[in-house]
T-cell receptor
Framework: EPEVTQTPSHQVTQMGQEVILRCVPI?????FYWYRQILGQKVEFLVS????????KSEIFDDQFSVERPDGSNFTLKIRSTKLEDSAMYFC??????????FGEGSRLTVL | SQKIEQNSEALNIQEGKTATLTCNYT??????LQWYRQDPGRGPVFLLL?????KEKRKERLKVTFDTTLKQSLFHITASQPADSATYLC???????????FGQGTTLQVKP
């Protein structure tokens, strides 16, 4: 069964460092998302991406964040200068059209 | 502001019984509502979607209802099994966007 894959599964970084989280969405899907979940809290929307551009972003998704789909398969989330409060599980999701989202297993980011 | 509330206390039930989980929302008019299952340390997995003009949806042992007047959805698992033990997330969406607003989830524990 097709699935969304994310790498790395866990990344530890120092505050102020740049981090890139990678995702391979399901191949025929058209809509791509990043969500995050701080430990013990809700899953929160960060950004949606369609037709090679951001379609919507949340207040959390400030100038420190960026997304890219550099080729036909990968979808990346970059955090330019990580802060302690960026520590969370980051989930990539994809969608063929309106309806269910298919989530990856997440990348746990720990900022020290 | 938009608010989604799910029972924060864990729900403990005996195997074979029906589990009923509640999702209430305020200050929002969703076009659809989704339920996801999340196991510890893993990504959400889609279960059911119900649209604003639908009252009830079923899938195998799962049933969801949606009352837009009460601003409430009920999620039922009949003939529950220990394998159903997980956290269940309610998520609201609107229009053509895949942006979802999640509740904090209710943890279900099914005891043999």
């Amino acid at each position: 069964e097709p699935e969304v894959t994310q790498t790395p599964s866990h990344q530890v970084t120092q505050m102020g460092q740049e981090v890139i989280l990678r995702c391979v969405p399901i191949s025929n899907h058209l809509y791509f998302y990043w969500y995050r979940q701080i430990l013990g809290q809700k899953v929160e929307f960060l950004v949606s991406f369609y037709n090679n551009e951001i379609s919507e972003k949340s207040e959390i998704f400030d100038d420190q964040f960026s997304v890219e789909r550099p080729d036909g398969s990968n979808f990346t989330l970059k955090i330019r200068s990580t802060k302690l409060e960026d520590s969370a599980m980051y989930f990539c999701a994809s969608q063929i059209h309106t309806g269910e989202l298919f989530f990856g297993e997440g990348s746990r980011l720990t900022v020290l | 502001s938009q608010k989604i509330e799910q029972n924060s206390e864990a729900l403990n039930i005996q195997e074979g019984k029906t589990a009923t989980l509640t999702c209430n929302y305020t200050n929002y008019s969703p076009a659809y509502l989704q339920w996801y299952r999340q196991d510890p340390g893993r990504g959400p997995v889609f279960l059911l979607l119900i649209r604003e003009n639908e009252k009830e949806k079923r899938k195998e042992r799962l049933k969801v209802t949606f009352d837009t007047t009460l601003k409430q959805s009920l999620f039922h698992i009949t003939a529950s099994q220990p394998a159903d033990s997980a956290t269940y997330l309610c998520a609201l969406g609107s229009g053509n966007t895949g942006k979802l607003i999640f509740g904090q989830g209710t943890t279900l524990q099914v005891k043999p």
